[in-house]
């Protein structure tokens, strides 16, 4: 069955770095746009990035753009997101996302979440 | 960057209808893009419940609905079953920055 299972989630102190990893199996990972999308605490979704199934093309949130970098490796089925200077409010829990058709089709399939924790 | 508006919360008694608006803009909703909606039970990933404005993906019972018009979309949900109350997001894609996906600001639903 389809499963997106996220990893490197954890406790991290403000201005450090964090990388995060989505492993995908049970659909074509090579023709999904990967996305990540973020849930603060209490709060609602917010989408943090997206790179198109060949990684040719990647795009950010402003509020994350110049900090994170999202990549993937079609060969091993895994999304990443490298997190820079890392700030309190990019606590979340990250989701990885795949949308397998056209740019305006919904996330068809979502990973269960890693929290981040950005705190001294 | 842009956001869709929800109600905080709405609630009914089991066997009613209750309805979630999502008001956009014209870089969203109001620029023709479709609008999708989520459920999101507590402590879970979001799951998809209707896509491409009012469909029902294989397995979502057709108690929920999906419409949309203008610069507002609305889900509902009739027959209100204990099992709905969940978080629900409505979510399109933005053209006020080259690429960019909007998020509802999501709706409480409380079964009474």
């Known amino acids: 069955q389809v499963q997106l299972v996220e990893s490197g989630g954890g406790v991290v102190q403000p201005g450090r770095s964090l990388g995060l990893s989505c492993a995908a199996s049970?659909?074509?990972?090579?023709?999904?746009?990967m996305h990540w999308v973020r849930q603060a605490p209490g709060k609602g979704l917010e989408w943090v990035a997206l790179v198109s199934f060949d990684g040719s093309n990647k795009y950010y949130a402003d509020s994350v753009k110049g900090r994170f970098t999202i990549s993937r490796e079609n060969s091993k089925n895994t999304l990443y997101l490298r997190m820079n200077s890392l700030r309190a409010e990019d606590t979340a829990v990250y989701y990885c996302?795949?949308?397998?058709?056209?740019?305006?089709?919904?996330?068809?399939?979502w990973g269960q979440g890693t929290l981040v924790t950005v705190s001294s | 960057q842009s956001v869709l508006t929800q109600p905080p919360s709405v609630s009914g008694a089991p066997g009613q209808r209750v309805t979630i608006s999502c008001t956009g803009s014209?870089?969203?909703?109001?620029?023709?893009?479709?609008v999708h909606w989520y459920q999101q039970l507590p402590g879970t990933a979001p799951k998809l419940l209707i896509y491409?404005?009012?469909n029902r993906p294989s397995g979502v019972p057709d108690r929920f609905s999906g419409s949309k018009s203008g610069t507002s979309a609305s889900l509902a949900i009739t027959g209100l079953q204990a099992e709905d109350e969940a978080d629900y997001y409505c979510q399109s894609y933005d053209s006020s920055v080259s690429v960019s996906y909007v998020f509802g600001t999501g709706t409480k639903v409380t079964v009474l």
């Open positions: 049970g659909f074509t990972f090579s023709s999904c746009t």
């Open positions: 491409g404005n009012n």
């Open positions: 996302a795949c949308i397998s058709k056209t740019a305006t089709s919904p996330f068809d399939y």
């Open positions: 014209s870089s969203n909703i109001g620029a023709g893009y479709v």
